[in-house]
């Protein structure tokens, strides 16, 4: 009863912040501008971020393999579209992770290990982001950022911090954290490893950013190029915020306050946000194709649960 308050809370305010944003701009002006665009450059955009997804599981599959887990990069690319397709139904941007960890526990039989690759795939992601970002920042200058953020950004290296030293004392319940450190180190003890991930992650997150740009050439803005550096990692922390389902209204917002810092009107703005969702949403059913044909692997007899993840609906047959 709880998690159903929860999630009818957070569309609460996911409706809230959309009803917000579409009441301070011209609808029709919105349409026109989406309706006027040079859809070549957003279909380029759009095949670039389903390359990109190959990217994110070949990244993610490396970080697996230093924790001693096994698979395809094919089977790492279908998990990371299920968890796409799972992000549509969950709060934040990252809630597909979930099941990412479900699909890989089942099939290596090792649920800490599992859990461990993907939160070391999102830190190695996020902290390529923030590099980005502060790289770009120096380039273009400063950028103002709204309070909650500044907040939520406190919050996330103060998460950190409490969650490493969870993990050096944690007993009972919350023992299993402790047992997972070992695990983090092995990451420091493969630099090479790490290295090449590192160099991958700065690629794939800088086709993100091109992706984008795409987009803002397609619906015609003159924003310079080096402030989407700036921009889109900023957004992707915001998303990840959570207080709304998949990041709908935080996303959206995201666009239009930092958009305004260069001049971009809301209704320019809205018009790219909708547009990046719309790519989001596209991929992301593609997802739900890859789900509807990939069942979840069968648990190895005697393999160890896969504690505190729901599993991921089963496909018949």
């Known amino acids: 009863m709880k998690k159903f308050g929860l999630l009818v809370l957070k569309l609460g305010v996911t409706v809230g912040l959309l009803a917000y944003l579409f009441s301070r701009v011209d609808v029709g002006s919105v349409v026109r501008i989406v309706a006027d665009a040079s859809w070549g450059w957003i279909a380029a955009g759009f095949a670039l971020y389903l390359a990109i997804q190959g990217l994110c599981a070949w990244r993610w599959l490396w970080l697996a393999r230093v924790l001693d887990l096994g698979g395809t990069w094919i089977a790492f690319v279908r998990y990371y579209y299920v968890g796409m397709f799972f992000n549509l139904f969950l709060p934040t941007g990252v809630g597909g992770d979930v099941y990412r960890c479900y699909y890989l526990a089942r099939s290596a039989a090792d649920w800490k290990r599992a859990i461990v690759s993907v939160l070391a795939d999102r830190g190695v992601g996020f902290a390529t982001m923030c590099a980005i970002a502060a790289a770009a920042t120096l380039a273009f200058g400063r950028v103002t950022l709204p309070p909650w953020l500044e907040w939520a950004l406190g919050a996330g290296v103060v998460g950190v911090l409490v969650l490493l030293a969870v993990g050096w004392a944690a007993r009972g319940p919350l023992a ?3 047992g997972a450190m070992p695990l983090v180190f ?6 090479g490893i790490m290295a090449m991930v590192a160099g991958v992650s700065l690629l794939l997150q800088t086709l993100v950013i091109v992706v984008n740009i795409f987009n803002a050439w397609a619906l015609h803005l003159d924003v310079p190029v080096v402030f989407y550096f700036i921009l889109i990692p900023l957004i992707a ?3 990840m915020i959570p207080v709304s389902l998949n990041g709908l209204g935080v996303r959206e917002g995201a666009f239009v306050f ?4 260069v001049g971009v009107p809301e209704a320019q703005a809205l018009s790219l946000a909708l547009v990046w969702l719309a790519v989001i949403l596209a ?7 890859v789900w509807w044909f990939t069942p979840a692997p069968p648990k190895p007899v005697g393999a160890p649960g896969t504690i505190g993840i729901a599993p991921a609906p089963e496909r018949a047959g």
């Not at 092995?186 to 630099?191: K, L």
């Not at 930092?258 to 810092?261: G, H, N, S, T, V």
């Not at 991929?283 to 194709?289: E, M």
Request: without cysteine; aromatic residues 14%.
């Open 283 to 289: 991929s992301s059913a593609i997802g739900g194709v």
């Open 186 to 191: 092995e990451f420091v003890r493969r630099p």
């Open 176 to 178: 299993w954290i402790r």
């Open 258 to 261: 930092f958009l305004a810092q």
């Open 237 to 239: 922390v915001a998303t």
